[in-house]
């Protein structure tokens, strides 16, 4: 297959380069695109900027640069974008398959960029890929193949306003504790199996594979504590490497309050680096702003937030 230059197959520009906390939120309508590698980079709902048109769905945007060089999705609904990011529209007619082949076939190129530091804000657009997708490819029922389904749980709208928002401490909240560290080479030895090994990495949830062994109970939340304060959603059972904190409730928390709350949390990601790690000590003294009711925690809203978004009925 032939391979020319990504700026060949599509017009290729520089997103808003918005800074989020600058955006309003009062009428939430607008996807707002950040440097992220889930929910289609999707990190908040912002209102309209009466001077700025948003991007219509349809666009690939691509991360230039950090943890998630090169994330690369088919934005659904029109969006805004934050800084370091860039938007192509294709120069011909093509569907929603062709536009995701053309996304993996982006993130494809990650290895490129293993060096530390280096971004793709110049070489992006002269990146290689196929000139054209196959046939039979295009044939295939993207959403059956992977069993989603992109309606939300919930038909009605939930109005996301940080009016009745305030700060909660998460030593309040959870139970903050370290996990048991597991080395590679040891769940190598046990074998392959269902349970997640969750590391540092800001990727695939931190999950780097699934072996035969677990050391920890699932429904908590995961912090690493190593590099930049990553959290996830563990829903199952797990092993896991050093530098992995756990957050266990003190609540009854579900898979969606569960989302909402590592949402927020990897907003705050600014605050961690390699000199200054998400201790234990540091997420103890740590406090979010969440929904509330009450002066508690307003967990039925975060829960019907989820449920209201698209793809939630695939979660």
Request: hydrophobic fraction near 35%; aromatic fraction near 12%.
């Amino acid at each position: 297959m032939k391979l020319v230059p990504l700026n060949s197959i599509f017009d290729i520009e520089y997103g808003n380069q918005f800074d989020l906390y600058k955006m309003d939120l009062d009428d939430p309508e607008i996807s707002f695109i950040s440097r992220s590698s889930q929910n289609l980079g999707v990190v908040a709902k912002v209102s309209k900027d009466q001077n700025h048109e948003p991007y219509p769905a349809g666009l690939i945007t691509v991360t230039l640069g950090g943890t998630y060089l090169l994330s690369s999705f088919v934005q659904q609904e029109p969006f805004y974008t934050a800084q370091n990011i860039k938007v192509l529209t294709p120069k011909r007619e093509m569907d929603f398959r062709e536009k995701v082949f053309y996304c993996m076939a982006i993130q494809s190129n990650r290895f490129r960029y293993t060096s530390h530091g280096r971004e793709a804000n110049v070489t992006l657009d002269h990146l290689l890929v196929p000139s054209e997708v196959r046939a039979k490819w295009l044939k295939l029922d993207i959403d059956k193949l992977l069993n989603i389904s992109a309606n939300p749980i919930s038909g009605r709208k939930v109005k996301l306003s940080i009016d009745q928002w305030r700060y909660f401490n998460l030593k309040d909240l959870f139970k903050i504790t370290g996990s048991k560290t597991t080395s590679i080479i040891d769940l190598q030895e046990i074998g392959f199996g269902k349970y997640p090994f969750v590391t540092t990495q800001a990727t695939n949830n931190g999950v780097e594979g699934f072996y035969a062994l677990y050391t920890e109970s699932g429904n908590v939340l995961t912090v690493d504590s190593a590099v930049l304060g990553y959290c996830s959603y563990q829903p199952e059972n797990f092993s896991a490497s050093d530098h992995v904190e756990k957050l266990i409730p003190n609540f009854s928390m579900n898979k969606y309050i569960a989302l909402f709350l590592v949402t927020i949390f990897n907003q705050e990601q600014y605050r961690y680096n390699y000199g200054r790690k998400a201790s234990q000590e540091r997420i103890r003294d740590r406090s979010i702003k969440l929904p509330s009711k009450n002066n508690r925690p307003d967990w039925q809203f975060m829960e019907d937030y989820i449920k209201s978004l698209p793809y939630s009925a695939s979660i």
